[in-house]
């Protein structure tokens, strides 16, 4: 092989290398646990592996790392490793009774989680990444909210998916005030769902079919600050089975190993030795 041709191999293998290795949404069901890449502009899922069951958030931290909160009363706090999608649970959440709900990330790197609480009640908190406890419950001043997805905007403000009214919302985290953006497309968002960003694009997804989940099983793009929607399309029976998708993420791409400053690096040392 000749240096142009050896070197011209090196750079393919090296852009591979520098290519996001996922770059569609995540999502989890929450039924199975079945863990899946959904494409946003079809809506088409492909199986990645499994998580617990009982997902009722996933979200990308800013330094890239993948978290997943479960619900029930032994919820935990989940780090999901990209390169293979196997979990590494950190602790428990220590909330007591949860069920659906919502985890996102502001700009410092900060997790909040949103459930409906034991007891019938509604609220947030901040969620330790090191141990998995939570921080202090913010009550929600919606009583009936049921946050099925939480995103923070590039603004700071917390967005969400009030699946109880059907509505997109905003949620003040110093009062707990939820303050309505616009009605949902969907006649039904469901039970379960979830609530991320992709390249500054807003996306949901709708729970399952199921009697008790009643969404329409589909996933939507939405503008995060308008709240104007548009239906991508059904996200099939995989993904939509039982109660459907309980968590969306969008992923934080990491660049593989090798740099352009090491790849020229290596480059020069070849071209002497040629």
């Given amino acids: 092989m000749t240096f142009i041709q050896s070197t011209a191999a090196l750079i393919g ?14 999502g989890a069901n929450y039924s199975t646990g079945a863990l899946f890449s959904i494409d946003e502009h079809t809506a088409g899922a492909t199986s990645l592996g499994e998580l617990p069951t009982g997902v009722m958030g996933i979200a990308s931290a800013p330094d890239g790392t993948m978290y997943a909160i479960t619900d029930g009363i032994a919820g935990q706090l989940l780090r999901v490793d990209q390169s293979n ?6 602790g428990r959440l220590g909330a007591g009774f949860t069920f659906e709900g919502g985890l996102a990330f502001d700009g410092s790197g900060r997790a909040i ?20 406890s939570i921080g202090d419950t913010i009550v929600l001043g919606r009583s009936t909210a049921d946050l099925n997805g939480l995103h923070f905007r590039d603004d700071g403000v917390l967005v969400g998916i009030d699946g109880a009214s059907n509505e997109f919302v905003s949620i003040d ?23 991320t960003a992709l390249g500054g694009v807003g996306y949901y997804v709708t729970a399952g079919t199921v ?64």
């Fill in 211 to 274: 009697s008790g989940a009643d969404g329409d099983n589909a996933l939507y793009r939405i503008d995060l600050h308008s709240g104007t929607q548009t239906l991508i399309g059904s996200l099939g029976p995989d993904a939509g089975s039982g109660f459907g998708i309980g968590g969306l993420a969008g992923v934080v791409p990491a660049p593989g190993g090798v740099t352009l400053i090491g790849l020229a690096g290596l480059i020069a040392s070849r071209r002497r030795r040629n």
């Fill in 173 to 195: 985290l110093a009062s707990g005030e939820v303050t309505t953006i616009a009605s949902l497309l969907t006649p039904d968002a469901g039970s379960v769902g979830g609530l």
């Fill in 85 to 90: 999608w196997s979990v590494d649970p950190v």
């Fill in 113 to 132: 989680g949103g459930s409906r609480l034991a007891g019938g009640g509604r609220g947030l908190f901040e969620i330790d990444l090191a141990t998995g």
């Fill in 13 to 26: 293998a090296a852009c591979a290398a520098l290519q996001p290795a996922h770059a569609d949404l995540i």
